[in-house]
C-alpha cells in the first residue's frame, strides 16, 4: 500500500543538519523509505489547499531526484574529474547522473561518465546539455540528479454528494495524490535523496521562427524574395536582406507551415530535414540580430565577453527564467523546503 503525505504543512524541518556518508541528515526522519532495489510501494502524495483536493485534471505530472554534496577542491573550467568534500554523495552516483552546479545564474551541467573508486573521483561531461563550463570554487554546493523530469501520475477520487436541501451534485472531487512509480534504476544505489513533484499545465502548441540571420544556403524564388535552402522546398522560410550589414535575416513570427522533429531533438521547419529547415522554439522571445542560424540550428553569437562578468547579451534563457515549450505555468511540491527526504535502504540481494 502506498504511503501518503498531506502538502499542507510541506516538509518544514530543518535541513541544515549534519549529514553522514549516505547523505542523509541527522536527527531527521525521512519522508518515505524503501530497500534497495525494490520499486514497490509507489510515492503517493496527497495534494489538498484550503478549499480541499487539489484538481489535477488535465496537468502533466513530473518528478525529479536528487542527492546533495560539495566539491572538496576548486576546479578550472576544463577539469573533468574531482572528489567530493568528505566523499559525501559519491556512494550515491551513477553512471548517466547528471550533476548540476549550485548557482541561479548560469548553472552548469555535468554528466557523470565514470568513476575512480579507489581515490574516490567522479569523472563527468563538462558543459553537458548546452551549459556553459565554469571554474568552481572549493566547497560549492551540486546536486546529483538520478531522476529528471520523469513522467508521474494522478489519482483522483470522486463521489455524488448530497446537498442540505437534498440535491445531489454528481461527481464532486474527494481526494486527488500524485504518484511516482519507482524504476528499477531510481532505487540501486542506498543512500538519502530529495525529491520534489513538479506539477505543468500546458498550452496549445505554437511554434515561432527564431529571427537573428541566416548563414545557411539561400534562393531566389520567382516572386522575387530570397528564401532558405538551395532550392525552394516546404522547409523554406523567406528572408530580408540587409544591404547595409550584407545579411539575411529569419522573420521572428509564428509558423504555420509543416514541422518535423529532427535528430537533436529540436523542431525544425518542414516535414524533412535539408537545407532549408529553420530551427523553431515556442517561446515567442525573437533572438538578437547578432545571432546567427544554418540548417543545423546552431546559434553563434558576436559578443565579447569581459573577464569577470557574465555577458549582458545573454538572455533569460540562459539563467532558466523561461517554463519550457508549451509550458502556461508551473508548480512544484513541496512548497518549501530542499523537497521530500527519500531513504533507500541498503540491501545485500541483487535480482540476477
Not at 546567427?292 to 532558466?320: H, M, Q, R, V, W
Request: hydrophobic share 35%.
Amino acid at each position: 500500500m502506498a504511503v501518503n503525505f498531506n502538502l499542507k504543512s510541506g516538509s518544514c524541518r530543518s535541513q541544515d543538519s549534519c549529514v553522514s556518508k549516505d547523505g542523509c541528515p541527522t536527527n531527521v526522519c525521512p519522508d518515505f523509505v524503501i530497500r534497495r532495489h525494490d520499486t514497490r510501494p509507489p510515492l503517493k502524495v496527497a495534494v489538498e489547499d484550503c478549499e480541499g483536493a487539489m484538481d489535477l485534471q488535465g496537468l502533466v505530472i513530473e518528478v525529479n531526484m536528487w542527492a546533495l554534496g560539495k566539491l572538496k577542491c576548486a576546479i578550472t573550467d576544463s577539469e573533468t574529474y574531482f572528489p567530493l568534500a568528505d566523499n559525501i554523495g559519491f556512494n550515491q552516483i551513477m553512471m548517466g547522473d547528471i550533476i548540476v552546479m549550485d548557482r541561479v545564474r548560469l548553472p552548469e551541467r555535468m554528466l557523470v561518465t565514470g568513476f575512480d573508486e579507489a581515490n574516490s573521483l567522479v569523472r563527468v561531461q563538462r558543459g553537458y546539455h548546452g551549459t556553459t563550463p565554469s571554474a568552481w570554487k572549493k566547497g560549492d554546493k551540486l546536486r546529483i540528479f538520478r531522476v529528471l523530469n520523469a513522467p508521474a501520475e494522478t489519482e483522483l477520487s470522486f463521489e455524488d454528494t448530497t446537498e442540505v436541501d437534498g440535491t445531489v451534485t454528481k461527481d464532486v472531487l474527494q481526494e486527488a495524490s500524485l504518484i511516482y512509480e519507482w524504476q528499477p534504476e531510481d532505487t540501486c544505489l542506498p543512500g538519502c535523496y530529495w525529491l520534489e513533484f513538479k506539477i505543468l499545465k500546458m498550452i496549445d502548441v505554437v511554434f515561432y521562427l527564431p529571427g537573428g540571420h541566416w548563414t545557411g544556403k539561400t534562393n531566389t524564388h520567382p516572386d522575387g524574395f530570397f528564401y532558405t535552402g538551395t532550392t525552394f522546398t516546404e522547409s523554406s522560410v523567406r528572408l530580408s536582406y540587409d544591404q547595409v550589414a550584407e545579411k539575411f535575416f529569419l522573420p521572428d513570427v509564428p509558423w504555420t507551415g509543416q514541422t518535423h522533429l529532427h535528430s537533436d531533438t529540436n523542431t525544425y521547419t518542414g516535414l524533412i530535414q535539408n537545407d532549408g529547415s529553420v530551427i523553431l522554439n515556442q517561446t515567442g522571445i525573437p533572438s538578437g540580430a547578432e545571432t546567427a542560424y544554418n540548417e543545423d540550428g546552431k546559434a553563434l553569437l558576436d559578443i565579447s565577453l569581459i573577464p569577470s562578468f557574465t555577458d549582458e547579451a545573454l538572455t533569460p534563457y540562459y539563467f532558466g527564467c523561461i517554463l519550457g515549450e508549451g509550458v502556461e505555468w508551473v508548480r512544484r511540491m513541496p512548497v518549501s523546503g530542499e523537497g521530500f527526504l527519500i531513504k533507500i535502504e541498503d540491501s545485500p540481494t541483487v535480482e540476477l
